[in-house]
Nanobody
Framework: QVQLVESGGGLVQPGGSLRLSCAAS????????MSWYRQAPGKERELVAR???????NYADSVKGRFTISRDNAKKTGYLQMNSLKPEDTADYYC?????????????????WGQGTQVTVSS
């Protein structure tokens, strides 16, 4: 069983910073892409940032230059450093991982989601 657990959310003032973490555990053979999504009230879930297993990153235009995605493969953990936060960044943030697990049929990749962590940017 694979689990992704996010942490690091909370309340922060505009202009402030937060660092989200996503720790993976379980029967993991490897982790390919890791991503962060967010969903604000009344809106659809959107991709915020993605990092490949080799470290290639992609960002939503709305967060470029403010957010940085990274990962520690040895710790099976992904991170999202969020700087210069704005009220419009307020949302539930979810980690997604393309995790390779060992099965009787050999290694297989599955998509897993964390439970989400709330980020509120308000004065």
């Amino acid at each position: 069983q694979v689990q992704l657990v996010e942490s690091g959310g909370g309340l922060v003032q505009p202009g402030g910073s937060l660092r989200l973490s996503c720790a993976a555990s379980g029967n993991i053979f490897g982790i390919n892409a890791m991503s962060w999504y967010r969903q604000a009230p009344g809106k659809e879930r959107e991709l915020v940032a993605r990092i490949s297993s080799g470290g290639t990153t992609n960002y939503a235009d709305s967060v470029k230059g403010r957010f940085t995605i990274s990962r520690d493969n040895a710790k099976k953990t992904g991170y999202l450093q969020m700087n210069s936060l704005k009220p419009e960044d307020t949302a539930d943030y979810y980690c997604n991982g393309n995790v390779v697990v060992s099965t009787f049929a050999g290694p297989r990749e599955f998509s897993y989601w964390g439970q989400g962590t709330q980020v509120t940017v308000s004065s």
